[in-house]
């Protein structure tokens, strides 16, 4: 009993070795994927034939030869499912469909303004269901729903405090599973972030990075060695809410001083409403769009509020080298479109006081994701426990 369960096992391992071996290099051979892997031929051919029976590949038209009869090509079947992630900003839901290798076939976003949590999940049913309506025919369908939240969620996926959105113990996890009868997955969106740069943007050639979510809060992402680093219960990452200056102003987290309070979309658009002339704004909303257009257009004004923000990103991006030491840092979410206005100052704030050993080898990108970042990293989530789960019943 025992041999025969471990021989089911050592094979589910080594079929999700064959996928990944296919996902990461197709199109790819049989020989090759042998070679690469270390397994044999005929354990390969078999588990070639049941993947190509659950429709995740295909084989294509013969490849290179190398010196024998040329080789059928083996592709991962990436329309096969398709999967939705969404990230739920504090005033607006970005939603997109992806296929299993994360291409984009759909997105849709909604914008709102201080709703409630029922109010907030109601537009969050018309994102998905938007989603799901411009899913082209496939075999597996959706396979799941990522979700991306700024706030502590927990290892199981409750959602335990979103002070932007105030929130707090709320299980959007069970309420969509009831709901689309589908696997739901709940992430803090600056850990989805994290992953949706390593698999899609900046980060795909490193193994330390720091990502630093910046919208109207401020969220950190860690991928240490490689992985995603979420600390003992999941928590890790708050960093938005460290202090950096002592008296300084209450947060709704209940404590005062914090990052974002600084460095932050609200910050901006708070010093816009204190310090800018009523002339340049008394005609329409300070958004941050706005800004930027009146930043590209030479406003001296609205330039100096971007490079306070930058400066105060710099002083908080300075504690995060000293502590970890990262091979890479990537701003993302809405205000990585502010480069152009936020670098100048975030380097300067750098430079002096950063340890020359700490920034050897250092690169800070911002990045061209944007806002899709977290939405990418929730739907590569659902994606990877899909194929995980398949594998283990088939």
Known sequence: MNRTWNQHVVKKENKSLVLETIIGCSPISRADIANQT?????????????????????????????????????????????????????NYILGILTDLQGEIYHER????????????????????????????????????IGIGVPGIISTDGQILLAPNLNWKNKNLKGLLEDHYHLPVHIENEANAGAYGEKRFGAGKDSDNIIYVSVGIGIGVGLILNGELYKGINGLSGELGHMTIEIDGLKCRCGDQGCWELYASEQALIKNAEQKLPTELHSNEDITLENLLRLSESGNMDTMRLFEEIGMYLGIGINNIINIFNPEQIIIGNRLASSEKWLKGAMEDKLKPSTFSTHHKDLTIDFSSLSTHSSAMGVAAFAVESFLIHNQQTH
Not at 54 to 71: A, H, K, M, N, T
Not at 127 to 141: F, Q
């Open 38 to 90: 270390g397994l044999n031929k005929g354990t390969v051919s078999s588990l070639v034939n049941e993947l190509h029976q659950e429709q995740l590949i295909y084989e294509s038209g013969p490849g290179v030869s190398s010196g024998g009869r040329r080789p059928v090509m083996l592709l991962f079947k990436q329309e096969a499912g398709y999967s939705i992630g969404i990230y739920i900003g504090v």
């Open 109 to 144: 976003t909604i914008k709102f303004n201080q709703l409630t949590y029922e109010e907030i999940t109601n537009e969050l049913f018309q994102v998905i269901d938007s989603l799901i309506s411009a899913m082209p025919p496939s075999h597996y369908g959706i396979v799941g």
